[in-house]
């Protein structure tokens, strides 16, 4: 089955730095990649999602790059903000739109 | 729209006990899923429903069961509830079209002692 690895588990930057967290997947029929954003004990909320045919979004400070080639995909978030401040997670698509979760990262954004 | 419901919002459960947890959407949607959430383990599937009338594994669906009760409704049993279930649980859903974004009740946290 398809196998996420997410990096780095903990991100601490200032307020104003730039933040990304890089995802490599292993199957290559995979082609939906989103990004969810989780606060303490709320649920997964999407954030942005890339498609296998586009290799960049951008919505206002974030942006999700894909590699299809290497398997990768990150995250970046630019100007960041204390409310930035939750856990990451990426995922990829597979079988009947089920996906597969990296485990997380805990980005901690200091003012 | 109250989008993915779920009840209840927390349960407590002594090993050996049964307990069913109930999930709901109603945004028409064909696909459901429920997840479990462990510290530092992201998000495991459990058992996902492509379609009403339709129930599969997932990755890790050992001591779980499932139903799906209509197009609205998907629940999960435990029949014999263990320590190594306790998790906060996640129902979501999906159109169903690939490349569609999945949308998440709020979740239960189930402690088993």
């Known amino acids: 089955g398809e196998n996420v690895e997410q990096h780095p588990s903990t991100l601490s930057v200032q307020e104003g730095d730039s933040a990304v967290i890089k995802c490599t997947y292993s199957?290559?029929?995979?082609?939906?990649f989103p990004w969810y954003k989780q606060e303490l004990g709320k649920r997964p909320q999407l954030i942005i999602d890339?498609?296998?045919?586009?290799g960049e979004k951008k919505d206002q400070r974030i942006a999700v790059t894909l590699n299809k080639t290497a398997k990768h995909f990150s995250l970046h978030i630019t100007e960041t903000q204390p409310e930035d401040s939750a856990v990451y997670f990426c995922?990829?698509?597979?079988?009947?739109?089920?996906?597969?979760f990296g485990k997380g990262t805990m980005l901690l954004v200091s003012p | 729209n109250a989008g993915v419901t779920q009840t209840p919002k927390f349960q407590v459960l002594k090993t050996g006990q049964s307990m069913t947890l109930q999930c709901a959407q109603d945004?028409?949607?064909?696909?459901m899923y429920w997840y479990r959430q462990d510290p530092g383990m992201g998000l495991r599937l459990i058992y996902y429903?492509?379609?009403?009338?339709?129930?599969d594994k997932g990755e890790v669906p050992n001591g779980y069961n499932v139903s799906r009760l209509n197009k609205r409704e998907f629940s999960l049993r435990l029949e014999s509830a263990a320590p190594s279930q306790t998790s906060v649980y996640f129902c979501?859903?999906?159109?169903?079209?690939?490349?569609?974004?999945?949308?998440f009740g709020p979740g239960t946290r189930l402690t088993v002692t």
């Open positions: 979501a859903s999906t159109t169903g079209t690939t490349q569609d974004e999945q949308y």
């Open positions: 199957d290559s029929a995979s082609n939906y």
């Open positions: 890339i498609r296998s045919n586009v």
């Open positions: 995922a990829a698509s597979g079988r009947y739109s089920t996906l597969t």
């Open positions: 945004m028409n949607h064909n696909s």
């Open positions: 429903s492509a379609s009403e009338g339709t129930t």
